[in-house]
């Protein structure tokens, strides 16, 4: 039953399994369950290992200590080292893990997974360019729905966070406005006026345009049901 969970990803006490097709959907999915848990084991796997320092007090210096003269404070920030490579063993399917098991700390075995799917630094350039042209490029046709249309968007935004390159959301917002057909160029006029575009996130202007889009649906249903009566 426990590993029918882990594959349905229902169990909050193991990591979400990892998907190499789906790699940087993974990504963002294992960020955010391991912060969740310890914002700690996170530092571990981006920057490296706690390393067995502690400063002396007699001499005022950092200094590494042995495992026998080691504190309960020092062992237990220590032991986050090893935490960190259990939470992503236990993502990994073992094929996976057999590309793994060579590296020493959580950090290497992180870079191994970055660098075998997402790429190396050109590669991740590349798709990034690729991602910042569809963002530049991106157009709403005129029947496209608000949902299908933002679905579009918050896909190519997402997939540029996750290669560590983002918009702010005062750009985002006035990049979807733009990207509207000239039929809502009235309500994108009426929002720019009465709305600071500072300040509205991209989630509430897709309600807003989203309610539009209902009445709109409802005045054309309307105007449809009058051509008919006149018929």
Same mark, same amino acid.
């Given at each position: 039953?426990?590993?029918? +969970?882990?594959?349905?990803?229902?169990?909050?006490?193991?990591?979400?399994?990892?998907?190499?097709?789906?790699?940087?959907?993974?990504?963002?999915?294992?960020?955010?369950?391991?912060?969740?848990?310890?914002?700690?084991?996170?530092?571990?796997?981006?920057?490296?290992?706690?390393?067995?320092?502690?400063?002396?007090?007699?001499?005022? +210096?950092?200094?590494?200590?042995?495992?026998h003269k080691q504190n309960?404070?020092?062992?237990?920030?220590?032991?986050?080292?090893?935490?960190?490579k259990m939470v992503i063993?236990?993502?990994?399917?073992?094929?996976?893990?057999?590309?793994?098991?060579?590296?020493?700390?959580?950090?290497?075995?992180?870079?191994?997974?970055?660098?075998?799917?997402?790429?190396?630094?050109?590669?991740?350039?590349?798709?990034?360019?690729?991602?910042?042209?569809?963002?530049?490029?991106?157009?709403?046709?005129?029947?496209?729905?608000?949902?299908?249309?933002?679905?579009?968007?918050?896909?190519?935004?997402?997939?540029?966070?996750?290669?560590?390159?983002?918009?702010?959301? +005062?750009?985002?917002?006035?990049?979807?406005?733009?990207?509207?057909?000239?039929?809502?160029?009235?309500?994108?006029?009426?929002?720019?006026?009465?709305?600071?575009?500072?300040?509205?996130?991209?989630?509430?202007?897709?309600?807003?345009?989203?309610?539009?889009?209902?009445?709109?649906?409802?005045?054309?249903?309307?105007?449809?049901?009058?051509?008919?009566?006149?018929?």
């Amino acid at each position: 039953m426990e590993s029918e +969970k882990y594959l349905e990803g229902q169990s909050m006490q193991r990591p979400p399994l990892f998907e190499s097709d789906g790699f940087i959907y993974w990504k963002n999915r294992f960020e955010t369950y391991v912060k969740s848990k310890d914002l700690d084991l996170w530092h571990v796997i981006t920057d490296g290992d706690f390393p067995p320092i502690q400063n002396n007090p007699e001499t005022k +210096k950092d200094e590494i200590v042995p495992f026998h003269k080691q504190n309960d404070d020092l062992k237990k920030k220590l032991a986050k080292n090893n935490e960190a490579k259990m939470v992503i063993y236990n993502a990994l399917p073992r094929k996976e893990y057999e590309r793994i098991f060579m590296c020493q700390t959580a950090k290497e075995i992180w870079d191994t997974l970055l660098i075998t799917h997402q790429g190396n630094n050109q590669v991740k350039a590349n798709k990034i360019d690729l991602l910042v042209q569809q963002y530049e490029q991106f157009m709403i046709p005129e029947e496209e729905s608000i949902d299908n249309a933002f679905a579009k968007f918050n896909t190519i935004i997402t997939s540029l966070k996750a290669l560590d390159e983002s918009f702010s959301s +005062k750009n985002c917002v006035r990049k979807f406005l733009r990207a509207l057909h000239p039929k809502w160029r009235a309500k994108v006029t009426a929002i720019e006026e009465s709305k600071n575009l500072t300040t509205l996130s991209l989630d509430k202007l897709i309600g807003n345009l989203k309610v539009y889009e209902e009445i709109i649906k409802k005045d054309f249903d309307s105007e449809r049901q009058n051509q008919k009566r006149t018929k």
